[in-house]
């Protein structure tokens, strides 16, 4: 069960990471 | 002025690598436009800055490039292709021989498990599969790594992600089997290394596919002369074209191939001209005559000064549209790259919601394995390839085939428009008709005489560049009448020319002048009447504000253009005819074409305006005209086609310019729009189709119902198949055949 929770949160974040770097930052760079 | 530069591009893998090329050439100060060909792996940037910072801020992006500067580089171009070719083979071949027996046996079963000694035998294979991974794959993990520092993804990027997670997954359970179910304990080994080498040989084979639609290009430069005969000092010596220099002497003998564009200075010789103006009958040519690079001598031997060398021939110019236009990019490629640039983080995020989503709602042993396969395939099957190749491609071979045809396609956006018109507007003299206008008949009133008035008439005219006032001049030559002293010589545009012979004004022009200038002309009516009707242009002549007589000019229709309007109407065009002369003569030409609408009179400053009323109206324009009083109507229309014969370089006003000056290439140019057009839609179909399949597949939305699973070996050759499909789709287009009845 934790372990379920553990991976649940680090895939949200690497999505949230994808989102940044490939857009967010990206745009912030101009 | 900007200038353009031509680059070659290398490390772009993929449709997303076009927008991080096109966005790193575009941040150098200067950069006006930046125009990236993925199918041609070339760059092509107007606006004014140096070669040195575009490959400077290109390198800095994560890719290489070299810049291009003319013909010479087709054939190192050809060689590096051809390395590059033999390289992918053998990374393809050194992947395959790891991966096949891997698989194979796998299959049959004949593989040791993951117990003490089994493990050491995959230690090996692990080791092995690294190798492949380094030596036949590693440009995919360089590209991905260039890639993500630039805040971009590309094909790489997925190749990269999903052979990589298939080789850590199999070491943790080489290392430490326990880790996972026992159901679960499977290595992906083979599928890693079968992956690399589908993926190599499928860019080897795109690779191959893709040369052949360069031979436009390649057929054009076969045309240019190698080497030149000039006189230099009085002695003839034979040198490289690119060292004649303008003003030389150039000596052409019978069979050879002329040099440069100039102007024979003695002899004489028939020429063939139809690799420029698709004419079949060798041309005569004399003293004065220009002579154009790439033709043909036939007969004579005969000397000529060189007008144009080097980039300004005829032939270089034409070859250098043909590439533009085929590096070019239509609207629609544009949208499919801003696609292609947001795809593959989209698909990042897809395959993470993949894993999350078997994590969390599946069940039995083997969740984690199928978590992790299905996050490998979905990865590995979703690279957009397809999707960035799909435009360029077909653009590449559509402007290609049409150069064969001698249609020259300006750029995509002109090649995808053609294809939507609804109306195109014919302009008559040089379009319809051959542009020739000879004196057909006169009539003379009071005491003049025919030659008198051919006399006046032509002394008046030889100030003037009308063409109908060039067939007076002739006529008069043809009868060896002398002409007479001009002064205070005028044209007033669109209506007539007026001068002072013998101290008396002399005035040449349409019905509407003499109107204007009150002369009464009711004594020519009636024959004026009866010759227009025979598509005839009467044109009045007052000499002392009284009229003297008319001069009629017939302008032959070429041969084929009632054909060709009516495969127009075939179509479904309107066809329009726009012409400065008066109504009756331009009515007669439509009655014996068939064409349905008639502009008349028209000023050649108002034509644009014509053109811009029919768009008004809702309708997509074309406008074929002979490029020069027309050019501002070819602008105005959506897609111009300029009629040229090759050496009037009409090349500049018009979207499109057909060198074989009849209007057959104009339903011609249309048909290849259409059939190119249809091409990339086909080519994006697919590889919209093939994602959204493919994708869903992946992620295994048909194991909970049916079982079925996507092997990751398999999306690797789909992966391979759909760049493929869509190249050998493009190459399809090499087989068109416009004109059915020539």
Redesign the interface.
């Known amino acids: 069960m934790m372990q379920t929770l553990i991976i649940n949160l680090a895939g949200v974040a690497l999505i949230a990471f994808i989102v940044w770097w490939f857009w967010v930052f990206k745009s912030d760079k101009g | 002025m900007s200038t353009a530069t031509r680059l070659s591009i290398s490390g772009m893998s993929c449709a997303g690598c076009v927008a991080s090329v096109e966005q790193a050439i575009v941040s150098v100060d200067g950069v006006l436009i930046a125009n990236v060909n993925f199918a041609e792996h070339t760059a092509t940037v107007e606006g004014e800055v140096s070669a040195e910072k575009l490959v400077d801020a290109i390198r800095a992006a994560g890719y290489d490039a070299a810049q291009l500067t003319g013909a010479e580089d087709e054939s190192e171009k050809e060689a590096a292709e051809m390395a590059h070719y033999r390289r992918l083979l053998k990374k393809a071949a050194f992947s395959g021989i790891v991966g096949a027996p891997l698989f194979i046996f796998g299959m049959a079963g004949m593989l040791p498990g993951f117990d003490a000694s089994g493990r050491l035998f995959w230690l090996g294979i692990g080791l092995l599969t690294i190798m492949v991974l380094v030596y036949s794959g590693g440009h995919f993990f360089t590209g991905a790594w260039k890639s ?1 520092k630039n ?3 590309n094909m790489d990027t997925l190749i990269a992600l999903g052979t990589g997670t298939a080789w850590l997954y199999s070491m943790v359970i080489v290392a430490n089997p326990a880790l996972v179910p026992a159901m679960a304990q499977h290595a992906y080994f083979e599928a890693a290394a079968i992956i690399i080498a589908l993926i190599n040989l499928g860019s080897a084979l795109e690779m191959r596919a893709r040369g052949k639609t360069s031979e436009a290009i390649k057929r054009l430069i076969g045309l240019q002369a190698k080497t030149a005969r000039v006189i230099r000092d009085g002695v003839e010596q034979d040198i490289a074209i690119e060292e004649v220099g303008l003003d030389e002497t150039l000596r052409v003998r019978p069979g050879e191939r002329i040099a440069v564009d100039g102007i024979i200075i003695d002899g004489h010789s028939s020429i063939d001209e139809s690799m420029i103006s698709g004419e079949p009958i060798p041309v005569q040519k004399a003293v004065g005559d220009e002579v154009i690079a790439g033709t043909i001598n036939k007969m004579g031997s005969f000397l000529f000064q060189a007008k144009r060398i080097g980039k300004d021939t005829v032939l270089s110019q034409i070859i250098e549209m043909v590439r533009t236009a085929q590096s070019s990019k239509p609207a629609i490629g544009r949208l499919v790259d801003k696609v292609a640039g ?1 795809f593959v ?1 989209s698909v ?2 897809v395959s ?2 993949t ?2 989503a078997w ?2 709602f599946g069940t039995g042993d083997q969740v984690t394995t199928l978590a992790i396969v299905t996050t490998m395939t979905v990865l590995i099957i979703a690279c957009p390839c397809a999707l960035g190749l799909a435009t360029p491609i077909s653009i590449m071979v559509g402007v290609g085939k049409a150069a064969e045809f001698g249609i020259l396609i300006r750029n995509g956006d002109a090649l995808q428009l053609a294809g939507k018109l609804d109306t195109v507007i014919l302009d008559k003299t040089g379009t319809i008709t051959e542009g020739r206008p000879s004196v057909a008949s006169m009539v003379v009133l009071d005491n003049w005489s025919e030659d008198q008035l051919l006399q006046w008439s032509a002394s008046l005219e030889q100030g003037s560049e009308h063409p109908l006032a060039e067939s007076i001049v002739i006529a008069a030559k043809d009868k060896n009448i002398s002409l007479l002293k001009v002064a205070q010589f005028s044209a007033i545009a669109g209506h007539g020319v007026e001068a002072i012979i013998e101290d008396k004004p002399i005035l040449i022009g349409n019905r509407k002048l003499m109107h204007d200038r009150n002369i009464d002309i009711s004594a020519l009516e009636d024959a004026a009447h009866a010759l227009t009707l025979q598509a005839q242009t009467p044109m009045f002549v007052a000499v002392d504000d009284k009229a003297a007589g008319l001069i009629s000019v017939a302008d032959a229709i070429k041969p084929d253009s009632m054909d060709a309007i009516q495969r127009m109407h075939d179509i479904g065009l309107k066809v329009v005819l726009l012409t400065g002369d008066n109504q009756e003569t331009a009515n007669a030409v439509a009655r014996q074409v068939g064409i349905d609408e008639v502009i008349a009179e028209v000023l050649p400053q108002d034509k644009a305006d014509k053109v811009a009323s029919l768009q008004a109206r809702g309708e997509r324009v074309g406008m074929v005209g002979d490029g020069i009083n027309d050019a501002p109507a070819l602008a105005r229309a959506d897609v111009g086609f300029a009629i040229g014969s090759g050496t009037d370089v009409a090349i500049e006003s018009a979207d499109i310019t057909l060198m074989r000056g009849s209007l057959n290439s104009v339903v011609d140019a249309i048909a290849i729009s259409k059939a190119t057009v249809r091409n990339i839609k086909q080519n994006l179909f697919g590889a919209f189709i093939y994602n959204s399949f493919g994708i869903p597949l992946a992620a295994g939305v048909l194991y909970p119902l049916m079982g079925i699973l996507l092997n990751p070996m398999i999306a690797g050759a789909a992966m391979a198949m759909s760049s493929l499909t869509v190249v050998s789709n493009a190459n399809r287009l090499r087989l068109f055949k416009p004109t059915e009845n020539k």
């Open positions: 993500a805040h971009n993804a947001v983080p990042l995020i993470v919601l894993f999350l994590i969390n």
